[in-house]
């Protein structure tokens, strides 16, 4: 028989309920059970991985041999990379400086000829003149007179008229008095240059020239107002004559001429002409001298 009140019976369960009375362990639970069982796989990974010392010394040796090798091969292929770029700047220089002295003998060349050409230009502008050599100098000399009077003893007919201009050369050569010690003129005279109106005028003396030995002015030269390159290549084409390796040596219109013990007449007109030319002349004979 029922009463006024209902049976209280079991409570209906809900779905959350129904997962809470299946399982007996709490979710937050189970979370941190599956985190412990990770690192405790990794824990145990990493132990896997230790290595000994023997191991890490191994491998060691081995980074070093490989690090060895291609540290030869980088240092290797650096070196060869400067050498090539070295090479390629020598044979550039070397192409460069062989380029330089091809133009410096050119210059050199130019230089010569233009030296020879300037010479031979001077030379030309000194052809009226000549140069006197051993006349006594004094304080009231005309150097004009000097000249007539040297023309009249050879025979040359020489007047004033034909004397554009004459004067004593170069600085008065003194020497120390050993009693006044005062400085004195030395007994060797400074050369007169005289220039003519003509080149007639001056071929009359020097043709004439060989009449000074003999005469009131033996002992004085006429010879050509030289350059003083040609004056230097006169002296050593002298000097041949002394050594008596040449026969005879005197210039015509400012070439210097040699002869040698053949009688050949040589035209010198550089020094390396007569550089060369010494070994080459014949010795003398026996009745050259």
């Known amino acids: 028989m029922s009463s006024g009140r209902e049976c209280q019976g079991t409570p209906a369960a ?8 299946s399982s007996p362990f709490d979710p937050n639970e189970t979370k941190k059970a599956r985190a412990l069982s990770e690192n405790s796989d ?3 990974s990493i132990t896997q991985v230790r290595l000994s010392d023997a191991d890490l010394v191994r491998i060691s040796s081995l980074l070093q041999k490989t690090f060895q090798s ?3 091969t980088m240092v290797a292929d650096v070196i060869e990379g400067v050498m090539f770029q ?6 550039a220089l070397e192409t460069e400086n062989s380029s330089l002295k091809s133009k410096i003998k050119d210059l050199e060349c130019r230089l010569d000829d233009a030296e020879t050409r300037s010479d ?3 030379q030309y502008s000194r052809r009226n003149s000549i140069r006197i050599s051993g006349v006594r100098e004094t304080p009231e000399e005309s150097t004009d007179q000097i000249a007539i009077n ?3 003893s050879i025979g040359a007919d020489l007047t004033i008229s034909e004397i554009d201009r004459s004067h004593r050369v170069g600085r008065i050569r003194t020497k120390q008095d050993a009693e006044s010690e005062a400085r004195i003129p030395t007994s060797k005279p400074r050369d007169i240059l005289v220039k003519f109106v003509s080149y007639g005028s ?15 002015f033996d002992g004085v030269f006429l010879n050509e107002d030289l350059t003083r390159t040609r004056s230097l290549l006169f002296q050593q084409a002298r000097q041949l004559v002394k050594t008596k390796l040449a026969k005879g040596a005197w210039t015509s219109d400012g070439t210097i001429v040699i002869k040698s013990h053949n009688d050949t007449r040589h035209r010198v007109e550089s020094m390396a002409y007569l550089v060369a030319l010494k070994p080459k002349l014949p ?3 026996s009745e050259t001298y």
């Open 14 to 21: 809900t779905d959350s309920n129904k997962r809470d009375l």
């Open 42 to 44: 990794m824990d145990e």
């Open 70 to 72: 291609e540290l030869k």
């Open 86 to 91: 070295l090479s390629n700047k020598v044979d």
């Open 120 to 122: 031979s230009y001077e």
């Open 150 to 152: 040297i023309a009249k």
């Open 202 to 216: 001056r071929a009359k003396l020097l043709l004439n020239k060989k009449n000074l030995k003999g005469s009131e």
């Open 283 to 285: 010795p003398p004979t």
